[in-house]
């Protein structure tokens, strides 16, 4: 299945490699650069590259290219998702999956690597089995490391792999037992020039967070499960008391991760909380055009919207922005034309607005594009389609747990054509 | 192949190139300066006797490896430390030893004893590791230590080291092919493993190794399709692929209805033996004719199994469900997928590629299915360019006469984007529906006309190219378009463009008569510096106008053709050429010229516009080679649908503890051989002798077999020989059953015994059964319901042995009793049905119960008095499973009506309370059901649909009853949570044809299961349920009931309750707990003089108390 995996950052270099099988010479990677000097954007490159004797899956994460080799007929979402799954497993190792943390900690990634895939084909993926297995690098533990010689990997053996809920460790124990779950709702959304909706839906997740001791199961409920209308489940739900009494029934792995996600059916109207009121124009024969921006809340039931963030792509004749907001701060990138403003939270007495005049560069003619206005937002203690948890109980175990659930609304990808 | 190439690569590269770096190299010490010196540091490092020193010197090696720099020449230091005790120094070696292995074979020998010591090591973990790295060493001598060893591994005891064997051997296979028979066999062998941990791994081993022996899959399809859901996210993609090309080789199509009528025929007969088949050939075949396509039951629990993996996590295992049933399922099912691949859109932008290609391709087939989430498809500003094209493409493909006019709408915002790649794109797509749609294609070539006065160049040439696709439809109407175009050559300057200008004008210069000669003037003039295509549209415009108008332009046309004539492309010069010959008239010129202006001016056939996705679906959807639209190396075609379907029951298997279908056909000719020699008691009575030896060995076979039960978890340790003993024995008894349904069949003539009156030994007999359904439950129904005849012979026996006696008397107990004043039995029948019980207990542990003390000890209690039994109770049933079945002495189970077999169509229904604990949930009622199909047709897929149940309850539906042939009866058992409510639960129940709507409501004594206590707790118990929790009521005994014995039985036949032991003869109690909350029931029944009597229960739950003081009174007072 993966033949090798070539880690390749953003100015093309190779920094790591790892063969599975025989050993596949890195100059295998000339195809990739090549597709990549093609591609007008990084973002362009083909995942898939066919080359003579080799096929070249990759994804882009974090501003490095993850090149895996195969060299049969794979499926290609199979490659897909196991290198998001690596670098989702970095990200959780190093917190953060730069070039530099992927550096520091080569060779914990060299036996994530060896663990992750055997032959090719995928061994051990669940991040609770890993940690058994090798435990992330702490400041203390390096600390620790270096003056007592011990390792980062585990003494016990990897006994998660044989269990019959492989996504659990055994043995867990803590002090406070406590489960977090946050309800987290994206609003993805189109808005035309005229303000009307063209397409809008929701996109929920819940990830939890669950430090309980022991084997504990749960069962979470909603009051109203029939908004949910799409659904997919972390491996440890079960699946038939879902589709008969639409409870999430599960025994939670260790720590953190995504319980659900799902997809808000499309029935229901979508509230949009916030408005723009957007007013750029290009003269014919002048170099300037003007720009004009202001926000308002809409639909947010009574409650704040927050971490407002707009950012806006504009033509690529545009020199220089000159403009005023009324709340927050603004920069305009001239190399890039990017304009970002941001805004904070939205107090509906005194709305944001955003003012000014674009200078262009003098003769060309007037852009013909409109830029298209990104807005990101965030609204606090809401699920906007108003799903609810019911409650939450736990089996199996004596000691009462800590519950806890947050609700959040955030923009998705939210989108103001002008 | 690469890789001998990539290891020279490798080693000069880094010699060259890599070697002056290592000096700067933070992680493996700037400290020394020349390369050699270093190294022998690291030797040094290695060779030393502290740990921290290997490990720093490990991980600084492992560093130089990711970085992909040459340290072979440390191997011989390395490998020394393969037995280090420190477990990440050990690790790192590891990582080393498989990465330069292949090019050190000699050296790497060396470690190879420390592998094959591991191998033998008692922990399991330990055992993988061992088996992963030796078979991760490509070193050919090893091949046939490789070999022992997995073959070894493959019947360890623990699953973890049998995947890790799975895993070796495509390792193996890719070393040395010549073993593959020999990997074959091991495939074999772990296919038939029945742990999820193994199943992905050797379905992945035999995709490389053998995915040809399609054969290998056969007698385990239906255990693949029923572990699928447990299987690891990975293993599941690859099992889901590998079915789909399985199905494809054996089933039928289910969308092709019209050639079917014939092998739906045969399908009919699936499953009926040979001698019914033969009987109801013509009645069958009738039947085929009226239902064209039946759809292979296997087929169906494949579709069914992989659905609910839409909900999957992973985009793989998703992507992989909807291509199968994309290539599998009925059109109309098809739909499901539609939706979770929507979903797959907001992730990643690399995974919304993958999933759009491949939506891209299902579209143009099925495109209702993608419709209703048009709006999904709508193009960010933010998608990468790839995707928007993808999405584009998608559009296109929806588009229809109902949407086109919001889809045209989106368009023209498209057009104003800033991604001019993108804009092209969306041209064409509009030029695309435009020649899809009739009605808008005026619209959509006004829209493309007026883009002509974009100042973006790229956007009018696309739009050039595209109008000129669009106008060769219909040229006649649109000159005014055509002069337009021809100014537009004073401007536009991409030549795809101009050159689409000039033959369009050159193709309809009729059209534009004044206009042609003037354009081919100005080309003329710039025809030097214009591209190729251009020239060579000039050479095509002159020759054109020449043939049409050769007044005006002769002149202008010679003057281009010599300056063809001279240019620097030979194709244009060739054109030149020829076209001259062609057109201009000269003596030498032959016959053609004459045809000049037809080979020229011949009407053109207008340029269908199609998907670039058209026909890729003949690749498997998903795939890499249907990604890159070639195959690609190792990709398995996708088979045609056969056109008569192969043997179905190449997938029965033989199952340990049922008889499967296939020997139904041959026991039951054996059968009705025997019947007419013997009659029923002399051979009941020899029956007894086999049966006790049968009892021996169905033990020791049920040992073997709760052996490998254990094994899953680990613990067990049990020897393959004795699970291909337990094989044979299972034959034995075989043998023997043929020969009890051969009595049944007897029975069946002569008694009609009515379930419903049936007495204890039916109990048992249902009991034992439904036990047995539980084990079975993922297995097929059709060996439940032959292990269900079974029983009922058995049941139906003794009762006829009863039968003589007059007395419906149920109560075991009692019976003895009364049996032996009368002495009507002799005492041989009494020990004979002891033994007959006997062996119902040891059937019963061989469905895998350990052996517990309580089946030697049981059956003594028919000639014990009943105090003595339940003294009994509290020793010796320690086994809570096996209790019912022992003591449950309440005889008649109530049989209720599902379903009347005229409202059902024939199909009659009937259900009654097991009152087993339902296994797989305990929480549940287990509800038997029996299916009597009273016409003379088959009923099949029978299940459970869309249950509609009060809040809390919940359904476990019985396993799909595939076939249920004319007149046969099956049994299935299915569990009800009820909640403790007396509430119905409703739901339908589904045939092939027909659907019923059904509910089953329980008596209130059903929703509770026995609790063993002593005295004292059921005191101290029910002095804690006083008060409102205390109901009594007084009440007259009806007349059978005066004695105990009358009192025990009535109470335990209105209510699953156990008795409780008690001193004193006047009360008896009996205590229970409700199913679903286990709430505790306690009954206590004091008798006072004259058959007066004092009922009280005590409950938490007042509702089913005062329920339950009803329903007791009422079996009491009758």
Known sequence: MIHSLFLVNSSGDIFLEKHWKSVVSRSVCDYFFEAQERASEPENVPPVIPTPHHYLISVLRHRIYFVAVIQSEVPPLFVIEFLHRVVDTFQDYFGLCTEAAIKDNVVVVYELLEEMLDNGFPLATESNILKELIKPPTILRTVVNTITGSTNVGEQLPT?????????????????????????????????????????????????????????????????????????????????????????????????????????????????????????????????????????????????VESVLVSSQLPRGVLNANLNASQGTYTFDPVTKLLTWDVGKINPQKLPSLKGSMSLQAGASKPDENPTIIIQFKIQQMAISGLKVNRLDMYGEKYKPFKGIKYMTKAGKFQVRT | MSSGSGFGDEKGGSSSVGEPEYGHDPASGGIFSSDYKRHDDLKEMLDSNKDSLKLEAMKRIVAMIARGKNASDLFPAVVKNVACKNIEVKKLVYVYLVRYAEEQQDLALLSISTFQRGLKDPNQLIRASALRVLSSIRVTIIVPIM????????????????????????????????????????????????????????????????????????????????????????????????????????????????????????????????????????????????????????????????????????????????????????????????????????????????VLQNVATMTIKRRGMFEPYLKSFYIRSTDPTQIKILKLEVLTNLANETNI?????????????????????????????????????????????????????????????????????????????????????????????????????????????????????????TFTNEEDIVKLQIINLAAKLYLTNSKQTKLLTQYVLNLAKYDQNYDIRDRARFIRQLIVPTDKSGALSKYAKKLFLALKPAPVLESPFKDRDHFQLGSLSHLLNAKAGGYQELPDWPETAPDPSVRNVEVKDSVPEWTKCSSREKRKEKKVEKPFYSDSEEESGPTESADSESDSASGSGSGSESEESGSGSESEESREESESEQEDKEDEEDKRKKKKKTDRGKVKAPAVESPESEESSGAEEKNRAQKVKGRRSGSESESEEEEESESESSRSESESESESESDTDAKKKKKAPVTKPPPKQAKKESKKEKKEMSLLDLDDFEPTPSPQVTPVNNFLSSSLVTDLEGLSLTDTVMAPTTIAPSGSVKTYELLHRITGEGLGVEYCFSRQPFSPDAHMVAVQIMFTNNTNAETKNLHVEDPKLQSGMRIKEFPEIELLPPG???????????????????????????????????????????????????????????????????????????????????????????????????????????????????????????????????????????MLVKDILQALTQ
């Open chain 1, 160 to 304: 998660g792999q044989l269990s019959v809920v492989p996504w659990r460790r055994t043995g867990v124990k803590y002090t406070n037992n406590e489960a977090y779950f946050d309800v987290v709702e994206e609003i993805d959304a189109i808005i035309d020039k005229s303000g009307s909706t063209i397409t809008a839906e929701i996109q929920g997740v819940i990830d939890a967070c669950v430090k309980l001791t022991g084997m504990p199961d749960l069962t979470l409920s909603f009051m109203n499960p029939r908004l949910l209308d799409d659904v997919s489940f972390h491996p440890c739900v079960r699946f038939k008391r879902w589709e008969a009494e639409r409870i999430l029934s599960f025994i939670p792995p260790d720590g953190n991760f995504r319980l659900l996600s799902y997809h808000v059916s499309s029935q229901n109207l979508v509230a949009i909380p916030v408005y723009v009121k957007h007013n750029i124009t290009f003269r014919e024969g002048s170099s300037q055009g003007r720009f004009e921006l202001t926000l308002g809340p809409k639909q947010t039931m009574g409650k704040a």
């Open chain 2, 147 to 354: 070999m022992l060893a997995i073959k070894e591994a493959a019947s360890d005891m623990s699953p973890y080291v049998r995947k890790t064997a799975a895993h070796a051997i495509p390792k193996l296979y890719s070393l040395d092919p010549e073993q593959k028979d020999q990997l074959i066999e091991v495939i074999e062998k772990l296919l038939a493993d029945k742990t999820t941990l193994v199943a992905g791994s050797v379905v992945m081993a035999f995709e490389e190794v053998c995915p040809e022996r399609i054969d290998l899959i056969h007698k385990n399809y239906r255990k693949l399709c029923n572990l699928l859901i447990d299987v690891e996210e990975w293993g599941q993609v690859v099992i889901i692929n590998m079915l789909t090309r399985y199905a494809r080789t054996q089933f039928l199509n289910p969308n092709v209805n019209e050639s079917l009528l014939e092998e739906s025929g045969e399908k009919a007969f699936y499953g009926s033996d040979d001698e019914e088949g033969k009987e109801e050939k013509a009645e069958a075949a009738a039947l085929a004719k009226r239902k064209p396509y039946v759809m292979d039951p296997d087929h169906r629990l494949l579709l069914r199994n992989t659905k609910p993996l839409l909900q999957s996590r992973n985009a793989a295992v998703v992507m992989a469900v909807a291509q199968l049933y994309f290539h599998l399922a009925p059109k109309a099912e098809v739909g499901v997928i539609a939706k979770a691949l929507v979903r797959l859109m907001r992730s990643h932008s690399e995974v919304q590629y993958v």
């Open chain 2, 405 to 525: 006019s919001t889809i045209l709408r989106e368009f023209q915002t498209y057009i104003k984007s800033m991604d001019k790649d993108f804009v092209a794109a969306t041209i064409q797509a509009i030029g695309r529906c435009a020649t899809n749609i009739g009605e808008v294609r005026d619209t959509c070539l006004n829209g493309l006309v007026q883009l002509l006065s974009n100042r973006d160049e790229l956007v009018v040439a696309e739009s050039v190219v595209v109008i000129k696709k669009l106008l060769q439809m219909q040229p006649e109407q649109h000159s005014d378009i055509i002069k337009h175009m021809a100014k537009l050559t004073d401007n536009i300057q991409v030549p795809m463009a101009r050159a689409s200008i000039l033959w369009l004008i050159g193709e309809y210069c009729e059209h534009v008569p004044k206009i042609a000669p003037d354009v081919l003037r100005k080309m003329a003039k």
């Open chain 2, 968 to 1106: 046969e009866m099956v049994t299935v058992v299915m569990g009800i949570d009820f909640c403790d409510s007396t509430q119905a639960a409703n739901f339908q129940l589904c045939t092939h044809i027909r659907k019923f709507f059904v509910s089953i409501q329980p008596p209130v004594g059903e929703l509770m299961m026995p609790v063993f206590m002593t005295e004292n707790e059921f005191k101290k118990e029910q002095g804690q349920l006083m008060g409102m929790n205390e109901i009594s009521e007084k009440l007259t005994l009806g007349e059978k009931c005066q004695n105990e014995h009358g009192i025990v039985q009535r109470v335990t036949s209105a209510a699953n309750v156990s008795r409780v032991p008690c001193g004193s003869d006047k009360e008896c109690r009996f205590a229970g707990k409700t199913v679903s909350s286990g709430i505790l029931v306690l009954v206590t029944v004091a008798t006072k003089e004259e058959r007066a009597a004092q009922l009280t229960v005590n409950c938490e739950k007042m509702v089913i108390g005062t």
